[in-house]
C-alpha cells in the first residue's frame, strides 16, 4: 500500500495515511461493518483529511491493516 489505490470512483488515498487522523467516532462506525461500504460522514472525514477521495469500501489489505491496528500490544 505504497501509492494511491484505484476505486470505482477514481483513486484514493493509502489507509495508512488517513485511519490515524480519523475520529474516534468515524473508526467505530468503520469497525461496526468493516466488510460493508464506507458511510457518507465517514468518507467526508476521510476526504477531509486526505484532499482526496474515499473509497466505497475497504479492501481485503485495508481490513488487515484496520485489524492490526486495534490489536493490543505486549
Known amino acids: ?10 483513486t484514493h ?3 495508512e ?3 490515524p487522523h480519523l475520529s474516534i467516532d468515524a473508526k467505530h462506525r ?3 461493518e468493516l466488510d460493508g461500504p464506507v458511510d ?3 468518507a467526508a ?12 469500501r475497504l ?3 485495508e481490513q488487515r ?4 491496528q486495534i490489536e493490543a500490544v505486549d
Open 65 to 68: 491493516f484496520v485489524r492490526t
Open 1 to 10: 500500500m505504497g501509492s494511491d489505490t484505484g476505486s470505482a470512483e477514481g
Open 17 to 19: 495515511r488517513w485511519w
Open 40 to 42: 457518507r460522514e465517514t
Open 30 to 32: 468503520l469497525l461496526a
Open 45 to 56: 472525514e476521510i476526504e477531509s483529511i486526505t484532499g482526496g477521495g474515499a473509497p466505497e
Open 13 to 15: 488515498a493509502d489507509i
Open 59 to 61: 479492501s481485503d489489505a
